[in-house]
């Protein structure tokens, strides 16, 4: 009983922190939506971070307005990034709003204490919902990956509603084929003899792979006549060695496509570099942040995915055994390269 007395007053404190400062908060943006977009708006948003759920969700959003027959509607971005996605899909524009990441939170919150489920404000998350409030997701972790089920199942059966052969919209990217050749000429690369390489992921930052394993496949490229760069942005710093380049993602693919290959840790811009005619050497960590252990190719495999059909994607091993990681990808890059 005293355990009771002492824990009741902190959680009607917690309740009433909650309230005021995420459901009144979310209370106050719906009602600004609502004044300037109409009653009858539908807000919608997925993961508040993350490149590659906002390049599944800009495939399948516009079966789902066609689905639920939604006129009016906002998508909110919460960063430059995830909003440079939503550039990928016309579908997106003229509907997206950026905000600040806990804007997200707060709707979520308000959503769920006036009982709006996905009335009024939609969550288009991978997460499986609760059959009683579809604000609130329940982890999915134990069937990621169970008998085949990857990421984009999730998106469709839990964001969408949408059946498994729901034909995916396709990217649209930049077509100056002479801004994209002036990358090249500008940074003294070489077409079709140019590798990418991606080793940064902000969902992986405790599972990054070393420094030296990427020193290595950059000695490699280079000893084999390549130009070598570090796809990095903000401040990210290049492999040792290779030149630092940030290609917007409007231009990644049909840079890639010009460039030859492309060996990145797995992360949202592998989605969108699954498009590229390049060669893709994906590397899985055996632990992540967001999916079982040992799950990662199982579960966000390009592949698996349907993303592509042609990636070469390699995990690390549950002993981060580098060594044999480094061997894997040394002898994917010798296999069939460009001359």
Request: aromatic fraction near 12%; proline fraction near 4%.
């Amino acid at each position: 009983m005293r355990k009771l007395v002492r824990l009741l007053p902190g959680g009607f404190r917690d309740i009433s922190r909650i309230f005021w400062r995420n459901v009144r908060e979310g209370y106050r943006v719906y009602e600004s939506y609502v004044l300037a977009y109409g009653r009858d708006v539908k807000i919608v948003f997925c993961a508040a971070k993350g490149t590659g759920d906002y390049y599944i969700t800009g495939r399948y959003l516009r079966r789902w307005l066609e689905k639920e027959n939604i006129k009016n509607w906002i998508f909110l971005t919460f960063g430059r990034a995830e909003t440079n996605v939503t550039g990928l899909f016309p579908i997106y524009r003229g509907h997206t709003i950026e905000e600040p990441g806990v804007i997200c939170d707060n709707l979520r919150a308000f959503a769920c204490f006036a009982g709006l489920g996905r009335k009024s404000v939609v969550n288009l998350h991978h997460q499986v919902p609760q059959p009683f409030n579809w604000m609130w997701n329940i982890t999915n972790s134990h069937i990621m990956g169970y008998r085949g089920l990857h990421m984009v199942d999730f998106y469709l059966y839990s964001g969408f509603g949408l059946s498994s052969d729901t034909t995916a919209d396709s990217p649209v990217f930049e077509k100056d084929r002479d801004k994209i050749k002036r990358i090249f000429t500008e940074h003294g690369l070489q077409e079709g003899k140019t590798v990418m390489l991606s080793p940064y992921s902000t969902g992986l930052e405790q599972f990054q792979i070393p420094d030296s394993f990427w020193e290595k496949i950059a000695r490699i490229c280079a000893a084999m006549g390549w130009s070598v760069c570090t796809n990095c942005a903000g401040e990210e710093t290049p492999v040792a060695g290779t030149l630092p380049l940030c290609v917007g993602y409007a231009e990644i693919v049909p840079f890639l496509d010009r460039a030859g290959m492309f060996i990145g840790i797995r992360n949202g811009l592998c989605d969108i570099v699954a498009t590229s005619r390049c060669r893709k050497i994906i590397l899985h960590t055996y632990r992540a942040k967001w999916w079982p252990d040992g799950k990662s190719i199982a579960y966000t495999g390009l592949n698996h995915m349907g993303l592509c059909d042609d990636a070469i994607e390699l995990e690390t091993g549950a002993d981060n055994d580098w060594e044999t990681l480094y061997r894997q990808t040394s002898a994917a890059i010798h296999e069939n390269p460009r001359d």
